[in-house]
């Protein structure tokens, strides 16, 4: 578990999306590997965790990542959506 914790920090702490697209994209995938913990992460009490776990030090990175891109994936995000004039 602790190899997926740090293969999705490298992942998501390489990146640093600012606008358009890659701030979108890099928030969906965020969100969606952020609904997948509670099913590899099992959330146990600190005594029953290994020596060392940094999974809740992890999730909580990636929360912080996730909250600094809502702005402009929504911006991005209403950008496509929106509805051409009518002619």
Excluded: C
Aim: proline residues 10%.
């Amino acid at each position: 578990m602790s190899a997926h914790y740090d293969a999705l920090l490298h992942r998501f702490t390489r990146v640093r999306p600012h606008t358009g697209d890659p701030v979108l994209f890099n928030r969906v995938q965020l969100v969606n590997e952020g609904q997948r913990l509670p099913f590899v992460d099992p959330h146990l009490p600190d005594a029953l965790l290994p020596k060392g776990w940094k999974g809740r030090k992890a999730a909580a990175r990636l929360e912080a990542l996730r909250e600094e891109w809502p702005a402009a994936a929504v911006q991005r995000w209403a950008e496509l959506i929106e509805e051409p004039p009518s002619a």
